[in-house]
């Protein structure tokens, strides 16, 4: 068990615990409320708050805050804007038969928007891209030539111009360029020997000195100059079997200028035999410092090899994506897990088997290239703290995704439209109130959508606020949407108290009602001699009054609904509706509910208390005093009234004039004609029995005006005699056939006693112990008689 004040402390930390959003804020200020959530807002009309009242009781849901008597003309809600500033329409390479530049194409749309974000508040909008049509293309082939790569580069000779055949039938716009790559040029990668630095290969090869990363030919558009460039090149050997590729792809994507990049679609080909080092490998070779991402190419050579680390694979992501630049490696059998490991960590990437010989290599990156454009892949940048951003795509024949998929659409044909819905939340008030901006793009595109976010922090009514208001206490607070903002140091609803006088007796005693010993009747706090009452867990529960000795919660409850769902509770008391009265509202002053079937307030039998009628007759009983179950009913007291006067038979029929001449008697023919209950709204329907055995009906009714109607059907149904001859004909043959059946069963039972003697007898027959042919009492007249003494001499 809890103590008194534990239980209090529990039940305070419980509401505040479930309390909504907004009242939870326990906010001070307009600004405050509308960070605390997208439902808050905040009531400007300054005789809102009743006695008692915290200032951040203005800040609550919109709804309660209209129930607590708050017009909605007096409520902050700002709400956030969608703003597009550029948006042009979507092309293709051609438009009105001019083939358009690379930097014309526009394949996203819009392209620039402005975001006005309150806290909590998805702010929308819909990004749409189409696939242009013959969009420009550079490719990038880099390739490993260790020794291992031999054959590899004889079929790469002649590259240039057939791939170029081949990709003439995608785009009319496209170059290729040439690099390689070895390894770094430190032990013990490669061996640091003056013979080997010449000639890494055995002494039979001819091999050209080793390095780490060449740009042999930047990007260009003459093929044939592309197989006599690479003709020209010779293998180059290492120690160990991982390449030094990463730190060539680093070079690639950040030397922008040196390798030629346009602002088109960018492919980097990765060819290779062999795994890769990574960051941390350098160590081996006494390099520690982490590569540093920028472009280091002197004459074309990568010149700091042995002084930076290999990237990361993180690093080589960030800035292969920002340098749009979609990676295809083209790898050996051996090596197609661990580059496809890599290739899920690398957006935008793909693999392809090569032959031992690189002789398939066309092929492989025709194939790469057309998965790669085929999927549109979003990527945003960076995100200020407290934002967040979400996705939701409309793909080709109806596809949606959400989550990680909204970002992405496959199966992407050049002409094909797809739409994304892109929703930007913010929480709080980020940067500080500053504007920011953010950046969406298509993964290997360089088009990009910039998005301005604006961050509502303050009300419109902040602009008005009043410095130095003398509403606030002599000027030491702003007053603004309603209530005072207090100055550093000063609190209470109207600033009229400095921190350092808030504990002190004098203000407490200020709080204590009838000079009692509770402060603010343990509802409250004391601030400034003034009680600020607590908050309920529901918003629309509030503690009020100069000591917070009111509530709108703790009245007199009926069918466990406050003041009986009939009222309001203020200050612990119930002030009923109309047509209510009662502690709890529970007593209705309507007597509709009390009148019975003839108009009468409880059958003319009882009186109507709070809705419910009191039976003052003890034979009548029901919700209206209708029901006496020791009564005749309607039916049989009327009876011998309606007989003697519809058919002057009957026990009253010699007191008939005088007994029964309070009714209008209607007859009709039959008692089809008898009205129905949808003709008379109080109507008894009656079926007795007379003298004769005869039915006859008549139906009873009380007007309006309560006189009594009567309509009686004047045809009788009465029951028809006996017919003799087939009573008499039913008894003979029910006799007759009873004795055939007796006789029947008699001669059955016969049959079945006279078989068991029979079945008897034969069995006696077969037990008997005598010869059939011998008379058992037959005697013979021969004696024999032996001669003891005859010894047969």
């Given at each position: 068990?809890?103590?008194?004040?534990?239980?209090?402390?529990?039940l305070?930390?419980?509401?505040?615990?479930?309390?909504?959003?907004?009242?939870?804020?326990?906010?001070?200020?307009?600004?405050?409320?509308?960070?605390?959530?997208?439902?808050?807002?905040?009531?400007?009309?300054?005789?809102?708050?009743?006695?008692?009242?915290?200032?951040?009781?203005?800040?609550?849901?919109?709804?309660?805050?209209?129930?607590?008597?708050?017009?909605?003309?007096?409520?902050?809600?700002?709400?956030?804007?969608?703003?597009?500033n550029?948006?042009?329409?979507?092309?293709?390479?051609?438009?009105?038969?001019?083939?358009?530049?690379?930097?014309?194409?526009?394949?996203?749309?819009?392209?620039?928007?402005?975001?006005?974000?309150?806290?909590?508040?998805?702010?929308?909008?819909?990004?749409?891209?189409?696939?242009?049509?013959?969009?420009?293309?550079?490719?990038?082939?880099?390739?490993?030539?260790?020794?291992?790569?031999?054959?590899?580069?004889?079929?790469?000779?002649?590259?240039?111009?057939?791939?170029?055949?081949?990709?003439?039938?995608?785009?009319?716009?496209?170059?290729?360029?040439?690099?390689?790559?070895?390894?770094?040029?430190?032990?013990?990668?490669?061996?640091?020997?003056?013979?080997?630095?010449?000639?890494?290969?055995?002494?039979?090869?001819?091999?050209?000195?080793?390095?780490?990363?060449?740009?042999?030919?930047?990007?260009?558009?003459?093929?044939?100059?592309?197989?006599?460039?690479?003709?020209?090149?010779?293998?180059?050997?290492?120690?160990?079997?991982?390449?030094?590729?990463?730190?060539?792809?680093?070079?690639?994507?950040?030397?922008?200028?040196?390798?030629?990049?346009?602002?088109?679609?960018?492919?980097?080909?990765?060819?290779?035999?062999?795994?890769?080092?990574?960051?941390?490998?350098?160590?081996?070779?006494?390099?520690?410092?982490?590569?540093?991402?920028?472009c280091?190419?002197?004459?074309?050579?990568?010149?700091?090899?042995h002084?930076?680390?290999?990237?990361?694979?993180?690093?080589?992501?960030?800035?292969?994506?920002?340098?749009?630049?979609?990676?295809?490696?083209?790898?050996t059998?051996?090596?197609?897990?661990?580059?496809?490991e890599?290739?899920?960590?690398?957006?935008?990437?793909?693999?392809?088997?090569?032959?031992?010989?690189?002789?398939?290599?066309?092929?492989?990156?025709?194939?790469?290239?057309?998965?790669?454009?085929?999927?549109?892949?979003?990527?945003?940048?960076?995100?200020?703290?407290?934002?967040?951003?979400?996705?939701?795509?409309?793909?080709?024949?109806?596809?949606?995704?959400?989550?990680?998929?909204?970002?992405?659409?496959?199966?992407?044909?050049?002409?094909?439209?797809?739409?994304?819905?892109?929703?930007?939340?913010?929480?709080?008030?980020?940067?500080?109130?500053?504007?920011?901006?953010i950046?969406?793009?298509?993964?290997?595109?360089?088009?990009?959508?910039?998005?301005?976010?604006?961050?509502?922090c303050?009300?419109?009514?902040?602009?008005?606020?009043?410095?130095?208001?003398?509403?606030?206490?002599?000027?030491?607070?702003?007053?603004?949407?309603?209530a005072?903002?207090?100055?550093?140091?000063?609190?209470?609803?109207?600033?009229?108290?400095?921190?350092?006088?808030?504990?002190?007796?004098?203000?407490?005693?200020?709080?204590?009602?009838?000079?009692?010993?509770?402060?603010?009747?343990?509802?409250?706090?004391?601030?400034?001699?003034?009680?600020?009452?607590?908050?309920?867990?529901?918003?629309?529960?509030r503690?009020?009054?100069?000591?917070?000795?009111?509530?709108?919660?703790?009245?007199?409850?009926?069918?466990?609904?406050?003041?009986?769902?009939?009222?309001?509770?203020?200050?612990?008391?119930?002030?009923?509706?109309?047509?209510?009265?009662?502690?709890a509202?529970?007593?209705?002053?309507?007597?509709?509910?009390?009148?019975?079937?003839?108009?009468?307030?409880?059958?003319g039998?009882?009186?109507?208390?709070?809705?419910?009628?009191?039976?003052?007759?003890?034979?009548?009983?029901?919700?209206?005093?209708?029901?006496?179950?020791?009564?005749?009913?309607v039916?049989?007291?009327?009876?011998?009234?309606?007989?003697?006067?519809?058919?002057?038979?009957?026990?009253?029929?010699?007191?008939?004039?005088?007994?029964?001449?309070?009714?209008?008697?209607?007859?009709?023919?039959?008692?089809?004609?008898?009205?129905?209950?949808?003709?008379?709204?109080y109507?008894?329907?009656?079926?007795?029995?007379?003298?004769?055995?005869?039915?006859?009906?008549?139906?009873?009714?009380?007007?309006?005006?309560?006189?009594?109607?009567?309509?009686?059907?004047?045809?009788?149904?009465?029951?028809?005699?006996?017919?003799?001859?087939?009573?008499?004909?039913?008894?003979?043959?029910?006799?007759?056939?009873?004795?055939?059946a007796?006789?029947l069963?008699?001669?059955?039972?016969?049959?079945?006693?006279?078989?068991?003697?029979?079945?008897?007898?034969?069995?006696?027959?077969?037990?008997?112990?005598?010869?059939?042919?011998?008379?058992?009492?037959?005697?013979?007249?021969?004696?024999?008689?032996?001669?003891?003494?005859?010894?047969?001499?």
């Amino acid at each position: 068990e809890h103590t008194r004040p534990e239980a209090d402390k529990i039940l305070l930390i419980l509401s505040r615990s479930y309390g909504n959003e907004c009242t939870k804020a326990s906010a001070q200020s307009c600004g405050e409320c509308i960070q605390a959530g997208e439902k808050c807002g905040w009531c400007t009309d300054e005789g809102f708050l009743k006695e008692g009242e915290q200032k951040s009781t203005r800040c609550d849901e919109i709804e309660a805050l209209i129930k607590k008597g708050c017009t909605k003309a007096s409520i902050e809600d700002p709400r956030g804007t969608v703003t597009v500033n550029k948006n042009q329409s979507l092309t293709d390479r051609t438009k009105d038969g001019v083939k358009l530049k690379p930097d014309q194409i526009t394949q996203i749309q819009p392209q620039k928007l402005s975001l006005d974000l309150r806290s909590g508040e998805a702010q929308k909008f819909i990004l749409t891209f189409k696939r242009a049509e013959d969009y420009p293309i550079d490719l990038y082939y880099l390739m490993d030539l260790s020794y291992s790569m031999k054959d590899d580069l004889e079929n790469v000779k002649n590259l240039g111009t057939d791939l170029m055949s081949e990709m003439q039938k995608i785009t009319s716009d496209f170059r290729i360029g040439f690099g390689s790559f070895v390894e770094k040029t430190v032990m013990p990668y490669i061996s640091t020997t003056p013979a080997k630095l010449l000639n890494p290969c055995t002494s039979d090869q001819n091999c050209t000195s080793p390095f780490s990363y060449k740009n042999v030919l930047s990007l260009t558009s003459d093929g044939t100059q592309f197989n006599n460039l690479v003709s020209k090149q010779q293998i180059s050997g290492n120690l160990d079997s991982p390449e030094g590729g990463f730190d060539a792809i680093m070079q690639v994507a950040v030397c922008a200028n040196q390798i030629g990049w346009r602002n088109v679609t960018r492919l980097l080909v990765f060819s290779t035999d062999a795994g890769f080092h990574f960051a941390g490998d350098g160590k081996l070779g006494g390099i520690v410092l982490p590569n540093d991402g920028k472009c280091h190419l002197q004459d074309n050579m990568y010149t700091m090899s042995h002084y930076y680390d290999y990237p990361s694979i993180a690093h080589l992501v960030q800035k292969l994506s920002e340098n749009n630049i979609q990676t295809i490696f083209a790898v050996t059998k051996e090596f197609q897990p661990v580059y496809q490991e890599l290739k899920n960590l690398i957006p935008k990437s793909a693999v392809g088997t090569l032959s031992s010989d690189s002789g398939n290599v066309i092929k492989l990156i025709i194939d790469a290239y057309n998965s790669l454009s085929s999927e549109i892949i979003l990527e945003n940048s960076r995100l200020p703290e407290g934002v967040s951003i979400s996705y939701i795509s409309h793909c080709k024949n109806g596809v949606s995704g959400t989550g990680e998929n909204g970002r992405k659409c496959s199966n992407i044909s050049i002409g094909d439209q797809v739409t994304f819905e892109v929703a930007v939340t913010a929480k709080g008030c980020p940067s500080k109130g500053k504007s920011e901006t953010i950046k969406i793009k298509p993964l290997g595109f360089t088009e990009e959508v910039e998005i301005v976010l604006n961050f509502i922090c303050e009300c419109e009514c902040h602009k008005e606020g009043i410095p130095n208001s003398p509403a606030c206490h002599f000027g030491n607070g702003t007053l603004e949407c309603g209530a005072c903002r207090c100055n550093e140091g000063r609190i209470g609803r109207v600033c009229e108290c400095s921190k350092d006088e808030v504990r002190t007796e004098d203000l407490d005693a200020n709080c204590r009602m009838d000079n009692g010993t509770d402060i603010c009747s343990n509802n409250g706090d004391c601030v400034c001699g003034t009680c600020e009452c607590q908050k309920r867990d529901n918003p629309e529960e509030r503690y009020s009054g100069k000591f917070c000795e009111c509530d709108n919660f703790s009245c007199d409850r009926s069918n466990n609904k406050l003041c009986g769902g009939h009222g309001r509770c203020e200050c612990r008391k119930c002030i009923c509706d109309a047509n209510y009265t009662g502690s709890a509202c529970d007593c209705s002053l309507d007597t509709s509910t009390c009148l019975a079937s003839n108009k009468q307030i409880c059958n003319g039998r009882g009186t109507c208390e709070c809705g419910v009628c009191k039976c003052t007759d003890s034979k009548f009983q029901g919700p209206t005093c209708e029901i006496c179950p020791t009564c005749p009913g309607v039916c049989t007291e009327h009876k011998d009234c309606v007989q003697c006067r519809a058919f002057g038979t009957g026990d009253k029929k010699d007191t008939c004039e005088k007994e029964c001449s309070y009714f209008n008697l209607i007859t009709k023919k039959k008692k089809e004609e008898l009205p129905q209950p949808n003709d008379q709204p109080y109507i008894n329907h009656c079926k007795e029995r007379d003298a004769n055995d005869c039915w006859f009906f008549f139906t009873y009714a009380t007007r309006n005006d309560s006189t009594v109607e009567v309509h009686v059907a004047e045809e009788l149904e009465c029951p028809s005699g006996p017919d003799i001859i087939p009573i008499v004909a039913g008894v003979v043959a029910g006799i007759v056939l009873i004795g055939l059946a007796l006789l029947l069963i008699w001669k059955l039972l016969m049959i079945i006693h006279d078989r068991r003697e029979f079945a008897k007898f034969e069995k006696e027959k077969m037990n008997a112990k005598w010869d059939a042919g011998e008379n058992p009492i037959y005697k013979s007249a021969v004696t024999t008689v032996v001669n003891p003494k005859y010894e047969g001499k």
